[in-house]
């Protein structure tokens, strides 16, 4: 007997008149070849605590490293960081983010490591791959219905109980392995597109360092408050060359990350070091005024941090392309308008040593820190000479241009992968083996 015969079948006349608004797995029709089982029998639970005070070099994955509707892990943290007990992980196990599971943070681990006990450690049994087991847990329906179901009020959990006894129809083995190619190949190359986009990044700010940080192609300089500068360059303060625009501030209840509405760029949005997130995208119902839209590719930084670490405070985001008629910014950031120097300046400018350190310095606030756009009045900017300035964005132009064309394909990408998605896992649509 092969190891899917050997999964735990739940009889016909147990499911034949489910309610399917109680089943979020089970397909109207069953493929007959299919077997219908409890998703508690197509995995194991991992719960053994380690002591990271043993393992100081080992990975570490926290709540924090998990991109809602990301399934690869993209960063991590390291063992020597923490000291309370954890789980560990090995390559291939699925991580399920059980403290709000809204947020649809679930993961197939590549690495061995440790987690949080925030997340609850999976390895299928024989006769069910990995990736069956990944995208199952993932499934929007999945997740919206552990959602409904959690338990704790202020720290809602996944209740597994509840959870293990829904019915989920398993294709056979072969079928299940055509299905996790497909889906794992548009979310590897999603993960491609993420590698070239931080590259093409980071080679915007190394060209800029070197232009305008360490002026490496100048020989003649002058003495400036801010130190030597290039003889053609002229020294200005931000109030004199741009001014910023603060944007809206909400109420919750206008406010969702189900898409209804407009996108609502955020201060979630940005990621520590600067740059677009899209796993805390927020929309808005209400009516805001024009003052406060934003269109794709204008410039904003956040003026706040909720934490005292100043990770992404003074960090700035170029607003990506949504396909939206409308959008607006929210009250923790602030546009850059009415300047006189592009964005591809700008934006590696406020990634500067100098201004995050000037950000730090205005910064108020003994949990949450921010600053006044009164910032711009004392704070200095190069301003280079008009044939510097056209080199620099000469070179720099098509790398932003890459970062948008590789951020709208991973979004089609995973758009493409949510739609089919849940056809495959119900035998809607079926894969030659």
């Known amino acids: 007997m092969s190891d899917y015969e050997?999964?735990?079948?739940?009889?016909?006349?147990?499911?034949?008149?489910?309610?399917?608004?109680?089943?979020?797995?089970?397909?109207?029709?069953?493929?007959?070849?299919?077997?219908?089982?409890?998703?508690?029998?197509?995995?194991?639970?991992?719960?053994?605590?380690?002591?990271?005070?043993?393992?100081?070099?080992?990975?570490?994955?926290?709540?924090?490293?998990?991109?809602?509707?990301e399934t690869r892990i993209e960063e991590h943290g390291y063992a020597q960081e923490v000291n309370s007990h954890k789980y560990e992980f090995e390559p291939n196990d699925v991580l399920f983010g059980k403290l709000r599971p809204i947020f649809r943070k679930v993961v197939l681990a590549d690495f061995e490591g440790i987690c949080s006990t925030d997340i609850n450690v999976f390895e299928p049994v024989e006769g069910v791959s990995r990736h069956f087991l990944l995208y199952t847990l993932f499934r929007e329906e999945?997740?919206?219905?552990?959602?409904?179901?959690?338990?704790?009020?202020?720290?809602?959990?996944?209740?597994?109980?509840?959870?293990?006894?829904?019915?989920?129809?398993?294709?056979?083995?072969?079928?299940?392995?055509?299905?996790?190619?497909?889906?794992?190949?548009?979310?590897?190359?999603?993960?491609?597109?993420?590698?070239?986009?931080?590259?093409?990044?980071?080679?915007?700010?190394?060209?800029?360092?070197?232009?305008?940080?360490?002026?490496?192609?100048?020989?003649?300089?002058?003495e400036t408050e801010i130190g030597k500068l290039p003889e053609k360059f002229d020294l200005k303060t931000l109030s004199e060359v741009l001014s910023l625009q603060r944007g809206y501030s909400y109420k919750g209840e206008n406010t969702n990350e189900e898409g209804n509405g407009i996108p609502m760029v955020n201060l979630g949005n940005i990621s520590p070091g600067g740059g677009f997130t899209g796993s805390n995208m927020k929309y808005f119902t209400g009516t805001a005024k024009e003052r406060y839209k934003i269109s794709p590719g204008e410039l904003v930084i956040s003026h706040t941090d909720m934490t005292q670490d100043a990770d992404i405070l003074g960090s700035p985001l170029v607003v990506p392309d949504f396909g939206a008629n409308e959008m607006i910014f929210s009250h923790h950031l602030y546009k850059i308008v009415d300047s006189d120097l592009p964005t591809e300046y700008l934006y590696p400018y406020f990634l500067s040593e100098y201004f995050k350190q000037t950000a730090e310095s205005y910064a108020s606030g003994t949990t949450v820190l921010s600053f006044s756009s009164s910032i711009t009045e004392d704070t200095y900017i190069p301003v280079p000479d008009e044939d510097s300035l056209e080199a620099y964005l000469s070179a720099s132009e098509p790398l932003f241009k890459m970062v948008e064309l590789k951020r709208q394909e991973s979004a089609t990408l995973s758009e493409l992968r949510n739609t089919i998605l849940p056809k495959l896992l119900s035998g809607e649509i079926r894969l030659p083996t």
């Open 6 to 69: 050997s999964l735990d079948v739940v009889p016909e006349q147990t499911y034949e008149n489910a309610d399917l608004s109680q089943e979020p797995l089970l397909p109207e029709e069953v493929p007959p070849e299919w077997k219908v089982v409890r998703l508690g029998d197509i995995k194991h639970l991992k719960n053994s605590r380690v002591d990271p005070t043993d393992m100081e070099s080992e990975a570490y994955i926290s709540l924090k490293h998990l991109k809602k509707g």
């Open 142 to 222: 999945f997740i919206q219905y552990a959602d409904k179901t959690s338990t704790g009020t202020r720290m809602p959990r996944a209740d597994w109980d509840e959870l293990d006894e829904l019915l989920v129809a398993v294709p056979p083995i072969q079928e299940q392995d055509a299905m996790g190619n497909l889906l794992a190949a548009l979310d590897d190359r999603g993960v491609e597109n993420s590698t070239i986009l931080e590259k093409s990044e980071e080679m915007v700010e190394i060209l800029f360092k070197y232009l305008f940080v360490d002026f490496g192609p100048y020989s003649k300089f002058q």
